[in-house]
């Protein structure tokens, strides 16, 4: 049974940074694309960051030079370390990886940043 669990979300203030954990179990995420997902209140989701098997990364443009998503493949993890947290940051947090057939999800965690 592939399960997924986010952790590591908070408040923070403006500037400053978290670090957010997926702890990955019944697949192996080095051999899976693996996305953060963030979902504001009120908006779209959006993909702000994914790893590939390849451990090739990539970013969405509001979050590059301030976020950085990597890989434990020893722990099955995948992490996002955020900083210069802005307002607009402030988000449920999700991790999803890419199965065969199926896409997984976590149950998130939330982000909220002070101005």
């Known amino acids: 049974q592939v399960q997924l669990v986010e952790s590591g979300g908070g408040l923070v203030q403006s500037g400053g940074s978290l670090r957010l954990s997926c702890s990955v179990s019944g697949i192996h995420a080095r051999l899976n694309a693996v996305n953060w997902i963030r979902q504001a209140a009120g908006k779209e989701r959006e993909l702000v960051a994914t790893?590939?098997?390849?451990?090739?990364?990539q970013y969405t443009d509001s979050v590059k030079g301030r976020f950085t998503i990597s890989r434990e493949n020893d722990k099955n993890m995948v992490y996002l370390l955020m900083n210069d947290l802005k307002p607009e940051d402030s988000a449920v947090y999700y991790c999803n990886i890419e199965g065969r057939a199926t896409t997984y999800w976590g149950q998130g965690t939330q982000v909220t940043v002070s101005s």
């Open positions: 790893i590939f098997a390849g451990a090739s990364t």
